[in-house]
């Protein structure tokens, strides 16, 4: 069982939908979250950063986190076109040593205009 | 503009050859990774540098060596032992190693292609 499952879609959705992409992990000891984006072809491009549970919100963007479920998602409101992209959840521990970062596949998404 | 650079943008080796992808950061940071992408894949963790003159493996370090002599450089030289090298090639920095400081901003790869 890899570490964080994330779903490689694609997931096609008319302009103007709410996105919900999520991602489940597995180690209980991850800490922080992150949410990035990236383009094809481009480096991933950071998005959201949380750290425990909760949401975060940034604009269009929210970003939630349920550590009892071991469970956390990406909403998108309103989507455009522009945010067609692949987006990447990652994750990691806060114990010392425990650097690494877990990143999932990534999500491919279709914003039809 | 802060930010990272990676060049060259696309390479291309032949089987036996060593290649050098480079690696610049001007945003202060001390912390430095490389990461392999493959399709289907989550990006992999290679090699890691806490600061300058020190420098360590991730999961998949075989085949690859790198070195940092500067702070704002770290190049990947991925040597003809690397069996499959055909990947998209990023880098990418951090303030420092651990904690809330260790928010990784990535460049925008290189992509290798064994011919």
């Known amino acids: 069982q890899k570490e964080v499952e994330q779903d490689p879609g694609p997931l096609s959705v008319p302009e103007g939908a709410i996105v919900s992409l999520n991602c489940t992990y597995s180690n209980s000891a991850f800490q922080y979250f992150m949410w990035y984006r990236q383009y094809s072809r481009k480096g991933p491009e950071l998005l959201m950063y949380?750290?425990?549970?909760g949401n975060k919100e940034d604009g269009r963007f929210t970003a939630q986190v349920d550590k009892s479920s071991k469970y956390i998602s990406l909403f998108i409101r309103d989507s455009q076109p522009s945010d067609s992209a692949t987006y990447l959840c990652a994750m990691k521990g806060d114990t010392s040593g425990t650097y690494k970062y877990i990143f999932g596949t990534g999500t491919r998404l279709k914003v039809l205009a | 503009d802060g930010g990272i650079t990676q060049s060259p943008k696309y390479l291309f080796r032949k089987e036996g050859q060593n290649v050098t992808l480079s690696c610049e950061q001007n945003l202060n940071h001390d912390a430095m990774y490389w990461y392999r992408q493959d399709p289907g894949q989550g990006l992999r963790l290679i090699y890691y540098s806490q600061i300058v003159n020190d420098f360590q493996k991730g999961d998949i370090a075989e085949g690859y060596s790198v070195s940092r002599e500067k702070k704002e450089s770290f190049p990947l030289t991925v040597t003809s032992a690397q069996k499959n090298p055909t990947a998209f090639y990023l880098c990418?920095?951090?303030?420092?190693?651990?904690?809330?400081?260790?928010?990784?901003?990535f460049g925008p790869g290189t992509r290798l292609t064994v011919l």
């Open positions: 949380t750290y425990s549970s």
């Open positions: 990418a920095s951090s303030i420092r190693v651990g904690g809330s400081t260790d928010t990784q901003y």
